[in-house]
Protein backbone atom coordinates (compact mmCIF):
# COMPACT_ATOMS: atom_id res chain seq x y z
CA UNK A 1 0.00 0.00 0.00
CA UNK A 2 1.14 3.64 -0.77
CA UNK A 3 -0.24 6.71 0.12
CA UNK A 4 0.46 10.22 0.38
CA UNK A 5 -0.36 13.02 2.78
CA UNK A 6 1.11 16.45 1.96
CA UNK A 7 4.26 15.69 0.77
CA UNK A 8 4.87 12.20 2.77
CA UNK A 9 4.33 9.12 1.55
CA UNK A 10 2.75 6.33 3.69
CA UNK A 11 3.53 2.92 2.71
CA UNK A 12 4.06 -0.46 4.55
CA UNK A 13 7.27 -1.82 6.46
CA UNK A 14 9.71 -3.12 5.08
CA UNK A 15 12.63 -4.87 6.53
CA UNK A 16 14.98 -2.33 5.38
CA UNK A 17 13.78 0.40 7.98
CA UNK A 18 14.31 -1.46 10.79
CA UNK A 19 17.59 0.21 11.52
CA UNK A 20 16.50 3.77 9.84
CA UNK A 21 13.14 3.34 12.44
CA UNK A 22 15.29 2.66 15.37
CA UNK A 23 17.81 5.18 14.72
CA UNK A 24 15.02 7.81 14.89
CA UNK A 25 13.60 6.88 18.26
CA UNK A 26 16.66 6.16 19.83
CA UNK A 27 17.80 9.85 19.19
CA UNK A 28 14.28 10.88 20.04
CA UNK A 29 14.51 9.16 23.45
CA UNK A 30 18.14 10.84 23.98
CA UNK A 31 16.22 14.52 23.31
CA UNK A 32 13.89 13.52 26.36
CA UNK A 33 16.80 11.97 28.59
CA UNK A 34 15.49 8.46 28.56
CA UNK A 35 17.30 5.42 27.45
CA UNK A 36 16.93 3.23 24.38
CA UNK A 37 15.94 -0.26 25.65
CA UNK A 38 15.97 -2.81 22.97
CA UNK A 39 15.18 -6.32 25.36
CA UNK A 40 12.44 -4.27 26.82
CA UNK A 41 10.34 -1.31 26.46
CA UNK A 42 11.64 -0.34 22.49
CA UNK A 43 11.63 -4.43 21.68
CA UNK A 44 8.59 -3.77 19.27
CA UNK A 45 10.96 -2.06 17.28
CA UNK A 46 13.49 -4.25 16.55
CA UNK A 47 10.95 -6.99 16.35
CA UNK A 48 7.81 -5.18 14.18
CA UNK A 49 7.10 -8.57 12.60
CA UNK A 50 6.25 -10.34 15.45
CA UNK A 51 4.64 -7.44 17.77
CA UNK A 52 2.38 -5.47 15.20
CA UNK A 53 2.55 -7.20 11.44
CA UNK A 54 1.47 -10.70 13.13
CA UNK A 55 -1.56 -9.42 14.64
CA UNK A 56 -2.66 -7.27 11.99
CA UNK A 57 -1.27 -3.83 13.44
CA UNK A 58 0.93 -1.26 11.52
CA UNK A 59 4.39 0.26 12.48
Same mark, same amino acid.
Not at 1 to 13: A, E, V
Not at 29 to 53: H, M
Given at each position: ?5 K +??? #?? +? %? ?5 ? %???? &? #? ?9 ? %? ?7 ? &??Q ?12
Amino acid at each position: MKNYYK +DFL #IR +D %WEERDRT %WASE &V #IQSVLSEYGLG %WEANRADRD &VLQVEECYLAVGEEF
